[in-house]
């Protein structure tokens, strides 16, 4: 079903999400700061991405708008931005444009200060997408994709043929299983629903793993399976 999505992040999760969904035929922008600002960058960014407006070219379907405009139009609006900035760029979208919609959060709580590799700001008792769920109560904020790299949550079946597993967490039973249904339509089998937003601390808690097994692995390209009894 054609729905219009709003991607805040321009970053390369927010490109590889945007560039799927418009695959997908769906209508969809992409938020930033400052567009001009965005626009006129020529340099790669830290992890070697090229410039946005190079990226736009090969994508021209996909609008750019500021944070507050695409989620004005948005039904469903998609953070991607730095986990550190994500309640400051939610503030710039705006409360109102993200009311009664579901917020897909993908950021994860990443603490560069200290250098490589990287601390969660927040654990334990609290996380990055109840953060953004108190902060934001009209949202209905559904965790996921937070724990793949940007190339695998859109082409899930390029590694061991999609059999592998990706998560939901949210408050919301219909919002998250809307999510379950955009992520099928990426190419994902098994989507797993963890609980409540809650449960969100756990899949942000394992980016410490996710971090050792690709420095282990040498490659971004995995994902985690998880087998049962019969
Ligand atoms: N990279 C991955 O494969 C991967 C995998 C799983 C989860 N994640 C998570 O996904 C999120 C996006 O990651 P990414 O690597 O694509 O991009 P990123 O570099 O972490 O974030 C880029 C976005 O954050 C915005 N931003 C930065 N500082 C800001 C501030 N002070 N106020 C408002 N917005 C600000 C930027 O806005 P402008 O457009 O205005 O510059 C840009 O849109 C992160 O939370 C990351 O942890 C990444």
């Known amino acids: 079903m054609f729905m219009r999505f709003g991607v805040l992040g321009s970053g390369i999760v927010g490109r590889s999400i945007a560039g799927k969904l418009s ?10 700061r400052d567009v001009e600002a965005l626009m006129a960058r020529r340099e790669p960014d830290a992890m ?15 609008r ?41 959060d993908i950021a994860n709580p990443l603490d560069f200060s200290g250098g490589m ?27 996921s994709l937070n724990t793949v790299n940007a190339r695998v949550m859109v082409e899930p079946t390029q590694i061991a043929k999609g059999e592998h ?12 299983a809307r ?22 601390r756990a899949t942000e808690m394992y980016l410490p793993l996710w971090l050792a097994l690709m420095s282990a692995a040498k490659s971004p390209m995995f994902n985690i399976k998880v087998v049962q009894d019969q």
């Open 165 to 176: 597993h990706v998560f939901v967490s949210g408050d919301d039973g219909q919002s998250k």
């Open 23 to 32: 695959e997908l035929d769906h209508e969809v922008a992409i938020g930033t």
């Open 48 to 62: 070697g991405n090229q410039p946005f407006s190079e990226w736009s070219k090969g994508s021209p379907r996909v």
């Open 117 to 143: 590799p990287p601390t969660l700001f927040v654990s334990n008792t609290d996380s990055l997408a109840e953060r953004i769920q108190r902060g934001f109560p009209e949202a209905r904020v559904v965790k």
């Open 64 to 104: 750019t708008g500021t944070f507050a405009d695409i989620s004005a139009e948005a039904e469903i609006v998609i953070n991607a931005t730095a986990g550190a900035s994500s309640l400051e760029a939610l503030s710039l979208a705006g409360a109102s444009n993200l009311s009664g919609k579901v917020l897909i």
């Open 179 to 200: 999510v379950s249904e955009i992520l099928q339509s990426f190419g994902w089998k098994h989507v797993i629903d963890l609980g409540g937003l809650i449960t969100a």
